[in-house]
């Protein structure tokens, strides 16, 4: 089986522990029958990287199953890739292609660090077979990462491109073009004029149905014809944005439409927009002066959506003050009530900065005042500061946490430095945060002589009246 690998980031340290992930993105095309084309990456910077020699190698244990609607597995592979490295960490990415026949299918892939007990990740997608219920018919639509004239033939290359998924579907800030690529299958004997309109449509507005980019382009008559479409984004602001690529024919009739969605980060675009927005009426933060409006600006890095914190970070380094401020008005109008909530959570804010604040800086900005004010006051706290042989720690509990629908929910802090308040976050039970199934090593790393591998616990250590953190943690 090939694997292929490609440069991401200049290598850190020879070698790099964290947690392993994956991306998974699957696919419909045809040939003579229908087909599913599945890519499978796993990120270099997660994965753990062995010296050996004048460069470093990752392997990563791959195993693939695609199940019926019943359930019933009808395809599985157990599949090992693996990468070296000299200067760079490199993903690695595995292509693969199956003959289903048309139908509802469940892709599991499992993905497995060979170098560490603690990297594992397991990730379902759905995927529909379609049949083709017309004499136009269109593929599932690619959306690439990487789009360049091919030097040599692999499975990442179709026609004269090598191609590259693009991970989860975002364009970060330096992805100016967007990429895609789909083919179009056609009745031979296919009469009349046909053409691809492409459109852009903002998939949040009000006015989803306007598109914001349309272009055409005349359809061939070909049984099977390759497209590649290049679109500049630059000027999109950061958002859910849908793709659309629809047959028409002369007098417009849909033939057939098919659409994929992408995630534009443009912090820039966004700054600008800020700027010159208009405010609705809102006068709460008008007295605010720059200090507090940055405040209340980084105060609100725990609850703000994944997308939006590189253009929060833009708006809070930006010398506009404007913009600060119609950054939160636009944030907090979408409370019924905006100037309460935004009151409301700056008291809570306020206190927990106060509570938390460290010689490095804020309260808001460390590891435990980062928990409280996204998942709020826990349901209780254990303090510990006597064991000889680990320093103070810290473990939250939380009865329940709606934004992951977990219970019992854990989080355990430490203070290896002993400074006042230093508390970081070493490992936790909630989907979203920081493991690290080597804590208790870590915690107690002072006592090595107390490691014990025994009874299923490879990264334990012997319990004793100095050693009750895994007791509390699980436990309490």
Not at 320 to 338: D, E, F, H, V
Request: proline fraction near 4%; hydrophobic fraction near 35%; aromatic fraction near 12%.
């Amino acid at each position: 089986m090939k694997s292929f690998i490609f440069a991401l980031c200049i290598v850190l340290p020879f070698v790099f522990h964290a947690r392993m992930q994956i991306d998974v993105n699957s696919y419909q095309f045809y040939n003579e029958k229908s087909y599913a084309e599945i890519h499978v990456r796993a990120f270099g910077n997660t994965l753990v990287w062995l010296e050996e020699g004048d460069h470093t190698n990752a392997e990563v244990e791959i195993v693939l199953r695609i199940m019926s609607h019943k359930d019933s597995t009808i395809i599985a592979e157990k599949l090992i890739l693996s990468g070296q490295s000299t200067s760079v960490l490199n993903d690695l990415l595995l292509v693969r292609r199956y003959v289903l026949p048309t139908g509802d299918y469940t892709i599991e892939v499992e993905g497995k660090d060979v170098h560490t007990e603690s990297g594992s990740v397991k990730i379902q997608q759905k995927l529909s077979m379609e049949p083709r219920d017309s004499r136009v018919f269109v593929s599932d639509i690619e959306i690439l990462s990487k789009l360049e004239k091919a030097d040599h033939s692999s499975d990442l290359t179709r026609g004269d491109w090598y191609m590259e998924p693009l991970p989860y579907g975002i364009l970060t800030a330096s992805d100016s073009i967007l990429n895609v690529y789909f083919e179009t299958y056609s009745d031979m004997m296919l009469s009349g004029d046909y053409f691809i309109r492409y459109q852009i449509f903002d998939a949040n507005s009000s006015e989803s149905q306007k598109p914001l980019i349309v272009k055409y382009e005349k359809l061939q008559p070909k049984s099977i014809q390759s497209h590649v479409f290049s679109q500049p984004v630059q000027g999109l602001r950061s958002g859910d944005y849908i793709f659309s690529v629809t047959i028409i024919d002369k007098a417009k009739n849909i033939i057939k439409d098919r659409q994929v969605r992408f995630i534009k980060e443009n912090p820039k675009a966004d700054l600008q927009w800020m700027e010159n927005m208009e405010v609705d009426g809102s006068k709460f933060l008008d007295e605010s002066n720059e200090d507090e409006l940055i405040f209340d600006l980084k105060s609100l890095v725990p609850i703000i959506d994944n997308q939006q914190i590189n253009t929060l970070h833009e708006v809070i380094k930006s010398g506009s003050i404007q913009a600060k401020r119609n950054y939160l008005y636009a944030y907090w109008k979408k409370q019924s009530m905006p100037e309460n909530a935004y009151r409301d959570y700056r008291q809570v804010a306020l206190a927990v900065n106060k509570q938390f604040q460290t010689n490095a800086g804020l309260g808001i900005q460390s590891d435990r005042g980062y928990i409280f004010l996204k998942y709020g006051k826990p349901t209780n706290v254990i303090t510990v500061d006597t064991e000889v042989d680990a320093p103070p720690y810290e473990i939250w509990y939380y009865y329940y946490l709606s934004t992951t629908k977990q219970t019992n929910v854990r989080f355990l802090f430490y203070n290896p430095s002993l400074v006042h308040n230093d508390f970081q976050l070493l490992h936790s039970t909630c989907l979203t945060e920081r493991k690290n199934e080597d804590w208790e090593k870590i915690l107690y790393k002072h006592s090595p002589e107390n490691y014990n591998p025994i009874q299923g616990k490879e990264n334990g250590v012997n319990v004793n009246f100095n050693r009750n953190a895994r007791r509390y943690f699980e436990e309490y």
